[in-house]
């Protein structure tokens, strides 16, 4: 079963660092583009950052400065290091990317709730 697992979040102070990794298992051929979704209470699911197999990356406005993707195509692993938390990046973070095994899937992870105190 090819799925997206997860981990790394957590209950943080304002200003504070977190790093969300999410890992691709299963029999696996290669990965496109891996990407970081978050959901805030009430609010829609929204993209933060992705990263393509190339390693090219884009940010949304709100973490560009704070935030880094990166991956390990080697690990099928991808990382999500958010430095200077706000109480605004409070949500459900999501793990996405596009895998090809026998046939290509869009694959989401369970979520993991990042929550930034004030």
């Known amino acids: 079963q090819v799925q997206l697992v997860e981990s790394g979040g957590g209950l943080v102070q304002a200003g504070g660092s977190l790093r969300l990794t999410c890992r691709a298992s299963?029999?696996?051929?290669?990965?496109?583009?891996m990407a970081w979704y978050r959901q805030a209470p009430g609010k829609q699911r929204e993209l933060v950052a992705f990263v393509t197999s190339g390693g090219s990356t884009n940010y949304a406005d709100s973490v560009k400065g704070r935030f880094t993707i990166s991956r390990d195509n080697a690990k099928n692993t991808v990382y999500l290091q958010m430095n200077s938390l706000k109480p605004e990046d409070t949500a459900v973070y999501y793990c996405?990317?596009?895998?090809?095994?026998?046939?290509?899937?869009?694959?989401w992870g369970q979520g993991t709730l990042v929550t930034v105190s004030s």
């Open positions: 299963g029999s696996i051929f290669s990965i496109n583009a």
């Open positions: 996405n990317a596009g895998v090809m095994t026998y046939r290509y899937l869009e694959l």
